[in-house]
DNA sequence: CGTCTATTTGAATGTACTCAAAAGCGGTGG
DNA sequence: CCACCGCTTTTGAGTACATTCAAATAGACG
């Protein structure tokens, strides 16, 4: 298993000693998932927060016409999960899938909770971790509600070039929140504008 | 200062020695503001984590255009400020602004990285609160991507009645990112078909 | 009471969706 | 290695959702 990249991740946050370290590589289970396989299937309990050593994955919902509106990307150093079920260990209302094929570096909820207890300083870290992904979370709503279609999508793209080319517009489109014939069109437009 | 509430709220994630709470309650700053009085102004940098004891605020987002777009409410027992601006301690993107006369109990940066270092707990309570938090972002999130403004409206209305009267209706609209026009036809049109 | 802001209403416009069909592209098996 | 199948992307026409602008009405506050 690699270690590293993820240690590298702890430690943007917290500094660890070797004891620390030890113990909390001693928790980690590598797991390699196929493109288009489940890592949380909606009404199962998200038992592990993921880590991702390789590849990409995304979370998302499926509504009640069947359609599918993305959450969330990740790719190699991010992490993802579907929180509300991994906090209170209640079935998933997402699915979180590979987009290609993956690893990971999956903690159990029981494993983290003890690291929690026993290691504070990952309090911490988690903390700052989740403190930087609601200013994230923030600007996407405030995007949500104040810019168009393509302004949002120029905005994304500005953002998340190197994520654009890993995905398949239709991905893109449901993360924007709009149908992929129109991100279609939007594109058309801009391209021909430019 | 009444400090009844903030201890409770902070009592659901951590139970505290007395010398915890009494050091806690020590760095808490009880401050007023009237109706439409910024707490943050967009510009300034937010130099406080907001404790609500007494009224109502909201937070929001001035576009180029000058339209407002609001961010969050908070009423008594919730927690505010620009996010943001307050972890990096650089000006804030946000104006945070008192709907109704308010009194807060509220928390200086260095004091609360302080209160982090000395007592690790107040980490996981931070952590934990916050990590509820991003779960309501992500359903509000998914909404505003999934549902349309009337779909929006109604789920905004059985999540948050209490909150729907103390608000003016621009407000609501500017939140859910529609018009105050919009609005105001959606809720007529519920009206009637009901 | 008067002023200012919030809400309602309506007509015209623009933004985004639906549905259907065609074109493009990638993976898989023969 | 090519042909085929399934999925993604494009395109267009028609429709629905939401905004803009303007004006009238209603409410709140000094």
Known sequence: MDTELILKNV???????DEER???????????????QYVVQAGDVCKYENFVTKGCLRSYFVDDNGFEHILQF????WWIGDMASFITQTPAMLNVE??????????????????FDKYPKFDRFYRELIQKSMVTQQRRILSNISLTAEQRYLAFRNQYAFLEQRLPQ???????????EFLSKIRKKIATNS
Chains 1, 2 share one sequence.
Not at 22 to 36: A, E, G, H, L
Not at 98 to 115: G, S
Request: hydrophobic residues 40%.
């Open 22 to 36: 030890d113990y909390f590589v001693s928790i980690m289970r590598p797991r390699t998932y196929r493109k288009r």
């Open 74 to 77: 990740a790719i190699e150093d």
């Open 170 to 180: 239709n991905y893109i489109a449901s993360y924007l929140g709009i149908t992929p």
């Open 11 to 17: 430690s943007r946050f917290i500094t660890l000693t």
């Open 98 to 115: 590979a987009v290609e094929d993956t690893e990971l570096i999956q903690i159990l909820k029981a494993d983290l909770d003890a690291l």
